[in-house]
């Protein structure tokens, strides 16, 4: 969950109200038919490489569902923090599906840090949830075979529920990366706010780790990019500077609100 500073640096202007789940409106964001274009080309090439003589209508309706299942993983993972963040009396109006993941919309921070340490990491947990969920039917998949809707059928059931599995893990995985105002990052606020028991010294430091992480991930970017010659590294120089701005964005808001 991200506070409503940062989501104002990221988000785009046009967004489509899809729905309403425990009293929170979710939305779509122009970039997510973005990432149901791209996601679905890179989950298509996953599904061919796996799945040797795979049709290519078959392979692109697979990509595309991962995709799906990808962005309802994100929104269970974004509910996560909403439902806990309501149960401290923080409203959250609305959640957007983004580019590279989700928002859960906050007009306040939470007012203890361990209000903030457990509404942050609801959403890792529930990614790791998801992830022994997928583990767990794979599993059953594997052990008692389902020859009854043909063996191209089982095949691509079984590496579906097996790309699931590794997505939501590393879905919880990166969250939990220190890149403030991502999961990880918000986790080490709380921990820095009860040792020094001061919010504003707290976002400091942590928004610090967060630009150093997130230029950590840009020059890797800039390396895959010019080194490896890899295109998967504008992608790391894009999250970078996002990380950037948004732990810069985090930092200066609470400045303003809490300059003690």
Same mark, same amino acid.
């Given at each position: 969950?991200? /506070?409503?500073? +940062?989501?104002?640096? &990221?988000?785009?202007?046009?967004?489509?109200? %899809? *729905?309403?789940?425990? *009293?929170?409106?979710? $939305?779509?964001?122009?970039?997510?038919?973005?990432?149901?274009?791209?996601?679905?080309? %890179?989950?298509?090439?996953?599904?061919?490489?796996?799945?040797?003589?795979?049709?290519?209508?078959? /392979?692109?309706?697979?990509?595309?569902?991962?995709?799906?299942?990808?962005?309802?993983?994100?929104?269970?993972? !974004?509910?996560?923090?909403?439902? %806990?963040?309501?149960? $401290?009396?923080?409203? &959250?109006?609305?959640?957007?599906?983004?580019?590279?993941?989700?928002?859960?919309?906050?007009?306040?921070?939470?007012? /203890?840090?361990?209000? !903030?340490?457990?509404?942050?990491?609801?959403?890792?947990? /529930?990614?790791?949830?998801?992830?022994?969920?997928?583990?767990?039917? +794979?599993?059953? %998949?594997?052990? $008692?075979?389902?020859?009854?809707?043909?063996?191209?059928?089982?095949?691509?059931?079984?590496?579906?529920?097996?790309?699931?599995?590794?997505?939501?893990?590393?879905?919880?995985?990166?969250?939990?990366?220190?890149?403030?105002?991502?999961? *990880? *990052?918000?986790?080490?606020?709380?921990?820095?706010?009860?040792?020094?028991?001061?919010?504003?010294?707290?976002?400091?430091?942590?928004?610090?780790?967060?630009?150093?992480?997130?230029?950590?991930?840009?020059?890797?970017?800039?390396?895959?990019?010019?080194?490896?010659?890899?295109?998967?590294?504008?992608?790391?120089?894009?999250?970078?500077?996002?990380? &950037?701005?948004?732990?810069?964005?985090? $930092?200066?808001?609470?400045?303003?609100?809490?300059?003690?």
């Amino acid at each position: 969950m991200r /506070s409503a500073q +940062f989501k104002k640096k &990221i988000q785009w202007r046009w967004k489509l109200k %899809v *729905g309403r789940i425990f *009293g929170i409106d979710i $939305y779509l964001d122009f970039s997510w038919f973005l990432a149901l274009i791209f996601f679905g080309f %890179v989950f298509q090439r996953i599904f061919v490489q796996a799945l040797p003589g795979i049709s290519l209508a078959l /392979s692109w309706a697979l990509g595309i569902l991962a995709v799906l299942v990808l962005f309802a993983s994100v929104l269970f993972h !974004e509910l996560s923090h909403s439902l %806990v963040a309501k149960r $401290y009396k923080l409203p &959250i109006p609305r959640i957007t599906l983004l580019l590279f993941g989700g928002i859960a919309h906050s007009e306040k921070e939470p007012e /203890s840090p361990g209000a !903030e340490f457990k509404i942050t990491i609801a959403g890792p947990l /529930s990614s790791f949830f998801l992830a022994g969920l997928f583990f767990s039917l +794979f599993r059953l %998949v594997s052990n $008692y075979p389902l020859h009854f809707i043909g063996l191209e059928h089982f095949l691509c059931l079984k590496q579906f529920l097996e790309v699931m599995l590794w997505v939501n893990l590393m879905l919880g995985i990166f969250n939990l990366l220190p890149g403030f105002p991502m999961d *990880g *990052g918000r986790l080490l606020r709380a921990i820095l706010w009860k040792t020094t028991r001061s919010f504003s010294k707290a976002t400091k430091w942590a928004a610090g780790v967060g630009q150093f992480f997130g230029a950590l991930v840009f020059v890797f970017g800039v390396l895959n990019i010019f080194v490896f010659k890899s295109f998967g590294g504008f992608w790391l120089v894009f999250i970078g500077l996002l990380i &950037i701005l948004g732990a810069r964005a985090s $930092y200066k808001q609470v400045s303003k609100t809490n300059p003690n």
